[in-house]
């Protein structure tokens, strides 16, 4: 029998599903046939048809963000022998967990006539804030290769094989010349998992973590104590760490410690 594979949907924008829909459908031909060696039994953003649990594979977007989604991942869970977490959102509570260094009663004043009826945490969590994650796909949004890499592992069962370096590395494949040594351009890039291919540096841009931390254990205090030193705003680096990836553990600290909110 085939893998059974399922896709769900939390809060998110849906980027990181259509790159499962790029995989599957076959835009992509060099990622190989994919979708011929799986089952597609659930995901509502591409087939309105729905199989029964239990699944091998389940791939997650979005963060947790209602008690609702509380109840119901711990239900995926149940249901999936894998569970995969894609993108920002699910793995580091995305852009939107910029609501938790708030407070969620001034957000809903300001943004529902009528706040009493809306049903929410007061934070945006990655899935595995709540239930087993059995490995993470980081990117906003997902890259298709590694997306179909980290499938067909599961499918065959191996360990997913991913890059265990930084931007930078890419950064030096593709030939562009560093922004932050060149330019004086503060940089996400040497703390920053690799995956998008240094996008954003080769447009002469800082790399903005989109891929979360380098799981190489990265030094933020270091790096961004070298942009300070060399002229770079307290303030303007802690908006840089609080961005797609803000409330992952390492950029929130270092955000906390840079805004003087640290402990």
Known sequence: ???RLAVYKFASCDGCQLQVIDVLGRARPHLGELAELLDIEHFLEARSRIGAGPYDVGLVEGSVSTPHDIERIKEIRQQCRFLV??????TAGGIQALRNWGQIDDFLSAVYATPAYIDTLATSDP???HVK????????PIDPGQLASVISAFCVGRKPRLPGYSVCVECKERGTVC???AKGIPCLGPVTQAGCG???PAHDRECFGC??????EPNLVSLTGFYERHGANRDSLGRLVQSFNAWAPEFRTEHDRLSGDAP
Not at 85 to 90: E, K, N, S
Not at 133 to 140: I, T
Not at 211 to 216: A, M, N, T, V, W
């Open 1 to 3: 029998m085939r893998p």
């Open 85 to 90: 977490t894609i993108g920002a959102c699910a």
């Open 127 to 129: 899935v595995a804030a």
């Open 133 to 140: 994650v059995d490995f993470e796909l980081r990117g906003c």
């Open 179 to 181: 922004v932050a040594v």
């Open 198 to 200: 240094g996008i954003c």
């Open 211 to 216: 891929y979360g931390p380098d799981r190489q």
